[in-house]
């Protein structure tokens, strides 16, 4: 009975420390390479849409070696740019009315931000990820799903995010609060195309 007894607590203490701390699978941060990468967005309107770019100040990608685990994102709101209207004057007052108090307010917050809280996997290389997304001074959560691949020392990833600029305080032209706006309401949902570029 005693070496019956010896051996299941070998067995135990052998499989604790295969679990242990020591064979954990190891974290690895990828920074993410603002020239490579660029967020595409797309706001709508009743009689239309505009679309631009803005850039990725700097972040960073976690996996555990094999798997996308989290990130931080920082987003250079100064970048913004509009690809859809080819008059300069017209494109620089669309812009500065873009960046101002209606809308983000460039000036008193410079930058966006996406903590990611959680990642579950849905795929080989496919996740729906939760975040806590900043704008405006406002911090709400997202989910939305990602494609992420790692590739030895470098990860891409992509991500279509859906989001509700009135919970961030953005109220200009939106119905829900000017309701006889009639055909110049701008719909309170935007898009963004997130197009991501990071290495060790």
Do not use: Q
């Not at 299941?8 to 420390?17: E, P, V």
């Not at 679990?19 to 967020?39: L, M, R």
């Not at 809280?117 to 406002?138: E, F």
């Amino acid at each position: 009975m005693k070496t019956l007894l010896s051996l299941a607590a070998g067995f135990a203490l052998a499989a604790s420390a295969w679990a242990g701390p020591g064979n954990a699978p190891k974290a690895v941060t990828y920074k993410v390479d603002p020239a490579k990468s660029n967020i595409t967005w797309v706001g709508k309107k009743v009689t239309g849409e505009h679309t631009g770019k803005i850039s990725f100040s700097n972040g960073t990608i976690l996996t555990d070696g094999k798997a996308f685990t989290g990130g931080t994102f920082v987003v250079d709101m100064k970048s913004m740019t509009c690809t859809d209207i080819s008059d300069a004057e017209t494109n620089g007052k669309f812009l500065g009315h873009m960046t101002s108090p209606d809308f983000f307010d460039v000036t008193g917050h410079p930058t966006s931000k996406l903590v990611v809280t959680s990642v579950k996997k849905t795929g080989a290389n496919t996740y729906n990820v939760t975040g806590d997304l900043t704008i405006k001074g406002t911090t709400k959560p997202v989910t939305f799903p990602a494609t992420v691949t790692i590739a030895g020392n470098k990860v891409t990833a992509k991500a279509d995010v859906t989001v509700d600029r009135t919970a961030y305080d953005i109220r200009y032209g939106s119905k829900k609060f000017f309701e006889s706006i009639g055909d110049k309401a701008i719909f309170d949902e935007f898009e963004l195309k997130l197009d991501v570029v990071a290495s060790k």
